[in-house]
């Protein structure tokens, strides 16, 4: 049986063959063309971080269903990225390889559906928030060493500070709570939210929370004092999902309004608003290499990808999954894509490779037209650099 498999260890070889060449002089790098001997040039998304464009996530890999079908409300890659965890409305964790996608194992990890999941910082340990707002404590091994009880509605989302000394929870319940990591005390309760809280997350490296709820409302919160800072009255809709971006300035929004929204903290106020989704947005996830790339998912089964600064959508699938999208996340490189649906399956996505040529079915680059279908790789526009390595070792120049 043949199984199709991602393995990045032929990039991590070409980089370290070729980057004697590149060092003191940028200029002197692989020019990416759409031919089959230049696949071996389609390096990490790490050292080609001039062109976000590149870690465009398009190209289906393959979809993972359990045994028993259930939806699949949050997906996690382990910090090293060899498995994938989901977890289900069933309280199941599964565990698929990361480079073959196969089955490895499955555990009953809460008695009620699963509906957060956050590793801390230091990649040691993982908290889960469930349906009946228990909170769990696990090791990179899967054993379960504690749990709380969080709430007393649903815990929606959870994250961790950036000393991992602490956590925050959202709610149902309308509120936010501070624990202490170590001995699982509450130390805030943060209340302001008129209506369910959906998502929340830790700046990287302040002391400043965000959080998005049902009353469509977003909020900074000083956690030390367990007040709101600001409310922002950026959606029409619930805010459904929250993430700060790795440079400490910016976070994305996603909203049943149909809108994805970025946010500068030093402006305080909306750096680009993205329309391209024809309905509700469920998930957001900015890239773990490019800052300025994210990636949506609908409640219709779309997926787009945003660049900040542009103002349509630079790549994107309408029909990725049958319905909603609830969870995305890459993997730790930034070479691959997983995304969880209300339909049952957690699908890998990956980046297309310069020579592939037919369309995906769905398949949009540029959201100027919806409809459009063009070939799923980038086009050497795109993915060409100012100056290219000849085979015999000398640079040329090139137009651009």
């Not at 398009?58 to 977890?87: A, E, Q, Y």
């Not at 309280?91 to 390889?97: A, K, S």
């Not at 809280?197 to 929370?209: A, I, N, R």
């Not at 996603?254 to 391209?276: H, N, P, W």
């Amino acid at each position: 049986m043949k199984r199709r498999t991602i393995d990045y260890n032929n990039h991590i070889i070409r980089w370290l063959e070729v980057r004697a060449q590149w060092r003191g002089n940028r200029r002197r790098r692989l020019h990416i063309r759409p031919q089959p001997d230049h696949i071996i040039n389609y390096i990490t998304p790490a050292h080609l971080l001039d062109l976000p464009i590149s870690s465009i996530s398009l190209r289906f890999v393959h979809t993972s269903l359990n045994k028993v079908r259930c939806p699949i409300n949050t997906v996690r890659w382990t910090p090293d990225g060899r498995r994938l965890i989901t977890g289900s409305t069933s309280g199941e964790f599964t565990l698929w390889n990361g480079l073959t996608f196969n089955f490895e194992t499955i555990l009953q990890a809460h008695d009620q559906a699963v509906r957060a999941m956050e590793w801390t910082h230091n990649d040691t340990w993982m908290l889960t928030g469930d349906q009946g707002g228990i909170v769990k404590y696990w090791q990179s091994n899967m054993n379960n060493l504690k749990e709380i009880r969080a709430h007393r509605e649903p815990v929606r989302d959870l994250a961790f500070c950036p000393t991992d000394t602490k956590f925050v929870t959202a709610s149902d319940d309308s509120t936010l709570k501070i624990w202490s990591f170590n001995d699982g005390t509450e130390e805030r309760v943060l209340t302001g939210h008129g209506w369910d809280v959906k998502c929340v997350d830790w700046h990287p490296y302040k002391c400043l929370v965000a959080s998005g709820g049902k009353d469509s409302l977003i909020k900074l919160w000083d956690p030390k004092v367990g007040k709101a800072i600001t409310t922002i009255h950026g959606h029409k809709g619930t805010v459904q999902a929250i993430e700060w971006n790795k440079n400490g300035h910016w976070f994305v929004t996603a909203s049943r309004d149909q809108l994805t929204k970025v946010y500068d903290i030093r402006m305080m106020r909306e750096l680009q608003a993205f329309r391209g989704h024809k309905k509700e947005v469920c998930s957001a996830r900015w890239h773990p290499v490019h800052e300025s790339l994210l990636v949506s998912g609908g409640s219709d089964g779309s997926l787009l990808h945003w660049q900040v600064g542009e103002k349509e959508a630079i790549g994107g699938l309408e029909t990725a999954h049958d319905s909603n999208i609830w969870s995305l996340d890459w993997h730790p490189m930034g070479h691959i894509l997983v995304s969880g649906s209300n339909d049952y399956a957690t699908r890998f996505w990956t980046r297309e490779r310069p020579v592939e040529e037919e369309a995906a079915e769905g398949l949009i680059i540029g959201a100027s037209s919806a409809s459009s279908k063009v070939p799923s790789a980038p086009s050497d526009a795109h993915l060409t650099s100012a100056w290219e390595m000849e085979d015999d070792g000398k640079s040329r120049g090139r137009g651009s």
